[in-house]
């Protein structure tokens, strides 16, 4: 399975105040990375694809691009993430060429189940 949620966040948590998504639908989790233990918990082996430029900006210690968007605290997702999980599958020009950005918006798991 390939999962795409929003990561706006380290660790998941519900909101601290009500929040709605863009068709007016209440968001009850937002999720960290923590859903790779929730996902391998439930038997899965879990792969973070990313692009190479946020897998070398984490590895770097660089965890912020100055986003300001009310949708994601960049600084505390990244803070959260281990380089050394992360799977590049688009190099820095293709993220450019395909219009990855911000690059943390797509971040995708590849969760298998034997």
Avoid: N
Wanted: proline residues 7%; negative net charge; charged residues 20%.
């Amino acid at each position: 399975m390939f999962l795409q949620v929003p990561m706006p966040q380290g660790r998941t948590a519900p909101p601290t105040t009500p929040e709605y998504h863009s068709d007016d639908t209440l968001v009850y989790w937002r999720f960290g990375w923590d859903l790779r233990d929730q996902l391998e918990s439930a038997g899965f082996t879990v792969s973070a694809l990313v692009t190479a430029s946020l897998r070398d900006r984490v590895a770097a210690g660089e965890l912020s691009t100055g986003y300001d968007g009310p949708d994601c605290d960049e600084v505390d997702l990244l803070s959260h993430a281990d380089p050394t999980t992360l799977t590049a599958v688009a190099s820095v020009q293709q993220a450019q060429r395909f219009g990855f950005r911000p690059d943390f918006q797509f971040i995708t798991w590849d969760a298998t189940k034997a």
